[in-house]
C-alpha cells in the first residue's frame, strides 16, 4: 500500500475573485472552514482586484492584471507548490458558490483514495433555492438525470476536486484561454495521460442559476478557444470533423447576426493566433473517449 493509500489525503482549494462578491465568498469560506475532517486549506487569488476581508488562516493573492480564469487558477495551483505537490487534492469553487454539505471534502478524500486513477471529479452545481441542477451543469450528452453519478469525459471549472499528481503529468490550465474550453483542455490531456474523471452527484455546490453570458466577447473566445483546443489536442484527421460539427451546430442554433459575427471572427482568430504547445492525444484515448459516449467529434 502506498503511502498515499495509508494516510488521510490533504485537501486545499482555490478561489478566484474579482472583489465584487464579498458577502457570498465570505459564506464559500465558511462552508469550507465547516467541513469534515481535516483542515481545508484555502487560497484565494484576487484576479486584478483586491481580496475583500477573508476569514484568518485564509491565504491570499493579490494579481495586479485579470490573467484569466485559467491564469487566476494557476496562480492558485502553484501557491501550493510548483503543480499543487504540497497537497494531493485542490478544489476549485466558484466565489459565489457554496457548500451545503459538511462531508464533501471527507468524500472527496474517500473518492481519490479508493481509485489510484481517478484524477478529477466535478461536483453536481444546485441552485440553492430550488435545487435543480441546468442541464449544461451535467458534464455528459446524457444529462437528463443530473443525480446519476458516472464516469465522463470533461468536468465543471468552478465546482471540481484534482489529485494534483494531474497537474505534474499532464500540465496545469491553459492560461492562453483566458475564459472558456480550458476544462476541456486539461480533461482531454488527463485522460491521455490515463487519468478517470467521475461526475458525482452527492458532491454538491449550491450556485444561483444563472445563464451564461452572450455578449460579443463571450461568443469570440468560445469560438477561438473551440479552434485551439482542436488544434492543440486532436490527431490531424479528427481537426475538421470535430469543428466542422461545431460551426453546423452554431449555424443551427440561429445566432443573432451581432453574435454570429463575433463566433466566426473568433473562429478565424482561432486557426490565425499561437494555440499554446501541440499535444495531440492517442488514438487510444480517440476510442476511450467513444466508448464513454464522448467522441471528440461532437
Not at 84 to 102: S, W
Not at 156 to 178: D, W
Request: charged share 25%; aromatic share 8%; net charge positive.
Amino acid at each position: 500500500m502506498s503511502t498515499e493509500q495509508r494516510r488521510p489525503l490533504k485537501v486545499g482549494a482555490v478561489v478566484i475573485t474579482m472583489g465584487n462578491r464579498p458577502a457570498e465568498l465570505r459564506a464559500l469560506l465558511d462552508s469550507v472552514a465547516g467541513q469534515d475532517g481535516d483542515r481545508v486549506e484555502v487560497v484565494v487569488v484576487g484576479n486584478g482586484s483586491p481580496v475583500p476581508d477573508v476569514p484568518d488562516g485564509v491565504r491570499t493573492i493579490e494579481l495586479p492584471e485579470n490573467l484569466g480564469i485559467p491564469g487566476g487558477r494557476n496562480v492558485g495551483i502553484e501557491a501550493f507548490g510548483p503543480c499543487g505537490a504540497d497537497v494531493d487534492i485542490l478544489m476549485f469553487l466558484d466565489d459565489d458558490g457554496r457548500l451545503p454539505r459538511t462531508d464533501t471534502a471527507e468524500l472527496c478524500r474517500a473518492a481519490f483514495a479508493a481509485d489510484p486513477r481517478l484524477g478529477i471529479v466535478s461536483f453536481r452545481i444546485a441552485d440553492p433555492d430550488t435545487g435543480e441542477t441546468q442541464r449544461r451543469h451535467v458534464p455528459r450528452l446524457r444529462a437528463a438525470d443530473p443525480m446519476r453519478s458516472s464516469r465522463v469525459t470533461t468536468f465543471l471549472g468552478g465546482a471540481n476536486a484534482v489529485r494534483t499528481r494531474v497537474f505534474a503529468e499532464a500540465g496545469t490550465l491553459p492560461g492562453e484561454f483566458f475564459y472558456a474550453h480550458e476544462e476541456t483542455d486539461l480533461a482531454w490531456r488527463a485522460l491521455d495521460a490515463g487519468w478517470l474523471i467521475d461526475y458525482r452527484a452527492d458532491m454538491v455546490l449550491h450556485h444561483p442559476t444563472t445563464a451564461p453570458s452572450r455578449h460579443a466577447v463571450y461568443h469570440r473566445m468560445v469560438a477561438r478557444n473551440r479552434v485551439w483546443l482542436a488544434r492543440r489536442n486532436l490527431p490531424v484527421p479528427l481537426i475538421p470533423v470535430y469543428l466542422g460539427v461545431w460551426l453546423l451546430l452554431t449555424l443551427a442554433r440561429r445566432p443573432s447576426g451581432p453574435a454570429l459575427r463575433a463566433w466566426l471572427g473568433g473562429f478565424k482568430e482561432g486557426w490565425t493566433t499561437p494555440c499554446g504547445p501541440r499535444r495531440p492525444m492517442k488514438w487510444r484515448t480517440v476510442w476511450r473517449l467513444t466508448r464513454l459516449g464522448r467522441p471528440p467529434v461532437i
